[in-house]
């Protein structure tokens, strides 16, 4: 099998890259299950966008801002000034945002940002119809059921991946790869990521000695239902804040305002932290009340967070409902410029959540990591068009580790609960050093390869956890 560009993951930026590839090209998308579990499905606010021109210096500033000095401006620029075009062609190629009764745009406001500026679509269902929309308009092939386990890579020039499917070990061929695989939520034990999601790719890049940047920066989401029984938990959409629901504890205090002047709309690491400190230290229940919101508009608003919590048994938005922070989405990841380019390597390009190209710095401001899958896809897309394709050859073959190992899955579970008790919301550098000890422990124990691509992805958010000292945005460490 011999491709001209293979993009890993189809969630918005694996799907936005292939609508930017001409069917000229021979192109495959992969993923690892169903093509709609990812977490662009599941993504409930909205796609940011600066409102208009006079908006992106303001959209800059708010997403530098957020970012706590460790932004690659020039991708946030980028970011910001092509929102509007990203925007403008999905509504040519005919979706719909949320629109008033007279035919406008409604845009809404999250935590951190100055104005209204996010778009959504379906209420609060924003990336199922994107997602969906964009399976529709996609014109290339898909493998799911498929895992990457490899990457072929021969002087410094990316040939292809190696794929489980079917059961069977194979090589695709690959003149261009472009990694849209999403971020790390199931290396944690309370997370509202797709069950897709365990930053195998990272692993991976970690192992051919491509760079990573900002591993420790894990965003953590302050409003979640975590009483359900599965791996992901129920997330309770920033826009509810945003739009007027409260924090509060079991006697109706809003004690946010104890930890900053603005409450509920503080950037989220702050509101997860407080959380988490009130919780720890008066051992009282948090809860997320949205009685403020009149009953019909809750409804049609956020008709999935009231239809989902009415099947676990919560009346909305009349009653309360019991909150805990959640590990939400990842800020580091592959290093990559502008382009999608992974610098050292030729052919590569990492797009998504699974890079980082610098735009959340210390912390993301909710909502622009849609944008930032749109925008970069793009740029990797018209990238790969613009230059000339290698004819990539060299000689690879199937791996022979065995992909997993008696025991693997209790260690893939004290692996979450590890990562989930030391290098969380507060982390401190003996909580951290533990953690490592268990990792490397599991690492140099029989294995199979499944769990070392997780291993190897959790040292290094450790180790970048590690090397940072002093607590910068969504990384609180704690002097031992
Ligand atoms: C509950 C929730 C709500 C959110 N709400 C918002 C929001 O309102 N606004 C916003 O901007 N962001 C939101 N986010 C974040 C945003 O959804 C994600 O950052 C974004 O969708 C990531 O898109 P992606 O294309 O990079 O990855 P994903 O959409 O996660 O797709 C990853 C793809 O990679 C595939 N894959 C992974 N590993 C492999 C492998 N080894 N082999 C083959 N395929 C693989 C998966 O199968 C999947 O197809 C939310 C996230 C969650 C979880």
Request: charged content about 25%; glycine content about 8%; hydrophobic content about 40%.
């Amino acid at each position: 099998m011999r491709y001209d560009v293979v993009i890993i993951g189809s969630g918005i930026a694996g799907l936005y890259a292939a609508i930017g590839l001409p069917k000229t090209l021979k192109v495959l998308l992969i993923n690892k299950s169903y093509p709609w579990e990812c977490n662009t499905y599941y993504a409930q606010g909205g796609v940011t966008t600066a409102y208009n021109d006079d908006d992106i210096p303001l959209h800059i500033h708010d997403t530098l801002d957020a970012g706590a000095g460790m932004c690659n401006p020039d991708a946030v620029r980028l970011m910001s000034e092509n929102s509007q075009a990203v925007i403008r062609d999905l509504i040519e190629r005919g979706f719909s945002f949320d629109k008033d009764d007279e035919n406008n745009l409604l845009y809404t406001k999250e935590a951190a940002h100055s104005r209204s500026r996010i778009l959504h679509a379906g209420g609060d269902a924003t990336g199922r119809h994107l997602h969906f929309f964009l399976l529709g308009q996609n014109p290339h092939p898909m493998l799911s059921d498929t895992t990457v386990v490899d990457l072929l890579i021969e002087n410094d020039q990316c040939c292809g991946v190696e794929v489980v499917t079917d059961g069977k070990r194979r090589l695709i061929h690959a003149d261009n790869v472009i990694i849209a695989s999403g971020g790390v939520g199931s290396l944690y034990e309370y997370h509202t990521n797709a069950s897709t999601i365990s930053g195998d790719l990272h692993g991976i890049c970690i192992e051919k000695g491509i760079v990573l940047e900002s591993m420790e920066m894990t965003q953590f989401h302050p409003t979640v239902f975590v009483a359900n029984n599965w791996a992901r938990k129920l997330l309770l959409t920033e826009a509810l804040r945003g739009e007027g629901a409260h924090v509060v504890d079991d006697n109706g205090y809003r004690f946010l305002f104890e930890y900053d002047q603005r409450g509920e709309l503080a950037p989220r690491d702050i509101v997860s932290r407080a959380i988490f400190d009130y919780k720890k230290r008066t051992s009282k229940q948090v809860y997320l009340s949205c009685e403020d919101f009149e009953s019909e508009y809750f409804k049609e608003r956020f008709p999935n967070i009231y239809k989902s919590l009415l099947d676990l048994g919560f009346h909305l938005p009349k009653e309360r409902v019991p909150i805990s922070p959640a590990f939400h989405y990842f800020i580091g990841g592959i290093k990559s410029d502008l382009d999608g380019k992974v610098p050292q390597i030729k052919g590569l390009f990492a797009v998504g959540e699974a890079a980082c190209t610098g735009v959340h710095g210390a912390n993301r401001l909710a909502s622009n990591s849609l944008l930032e899958g749109l925008v970069f896809a793009k740029r990797s897309a018209e990238y790969i068009q613009h230059h000339s394709l290698r004819h990539c050859i060299g000689e690879f073959r199937e791996g022979t580790e065995p992909l997993e190992c008696f025991g693997d899955k209790e260690k893939k579970d004290a692996l979450r609960h590890i990562m989930w008790d030391n290098v969380s919301i507060v982390r401190t550098t003996e909580g951290l050093q533990e953690a490592k000890k268990a990792v490397e422990i599991m690492l140099n124990d029989e294995i199979g390869r499944l769990l070392k691509l997780r291993l190897l992805s959790a040292k290094a958010i450790i180790d970048g956890a590690l090397n940072r000292s002093e607590s910068i945005g969504v990384h609180y460490i704690i002097a031992d």
